[in-house]
């Protein structure tokens, strides 16, 4: 059985401090991908969307077929139901094991949750949990 945890954070370290503190197989983290493709640009530019889900995808594939990921974290960019459950379904196509999603929504004082978002989060009906952090 695999655990994936989608976490939402409106902030990159807030996101850091959340994956730092929990114990995970693997992390697909879009952040870390735009990190990696900007650091390899000669000139330091940010990739397109489409260079970003591409990788994103092969991450993706690679951590759903490799039998020493357990545990998941998937770093999300928004709360959007849509892109959450294509998300759900490319994971459960590349995956022989039965899988646990759940939702940890990282909320900042300063950068609270709006009121769409928590429409957003609860029209998701495939979460197992959903947990909301303060930091």
């Known amino acids: 059985m695999k655990q ?15 994956a730092k503190s929990s114990d995970y197989n693997d992390v697909v983290s879009y952040h870390d ?3 990696k493709l900007v650091k390899n640009d000669n000139d330091n530019e940010k990739p397109s969307d489409f260079v970003v889900n591409s990788y994103l995808r092969i991450k993706i594939v690679k951590t759903m077929t490799d039998d020493n990921s357990t ?3 998937y770093a999300l960019k928004d709360l959007n139901p849509y892109i959450i459950s294509s ?4 994971m459960s196509e590349y995956c022989e094991d039965e899988i646990e999603f759940s939702l940890t929504i990282i909320q900042h004082k300063k950068l609270p949750i709006s009121e769409n978002d928590m429409l957003d989060i609860k029209s998701i009906d495939f979460l197992n949990k959903i947990d909301y952090i303060t930091i």
Do not use: A, P
């Open 4 to 18: 994936i945890n989608f976490v939402y954070s409106r902030n990159k370290l807030d996101f850091k401090k959340f």
């Open 33 to 35: 991908i735009i990190t």
């Open 71 to 73: 545990k998941i974290i």
């Open 87 to 90: 998300i759900k379904e490319l």
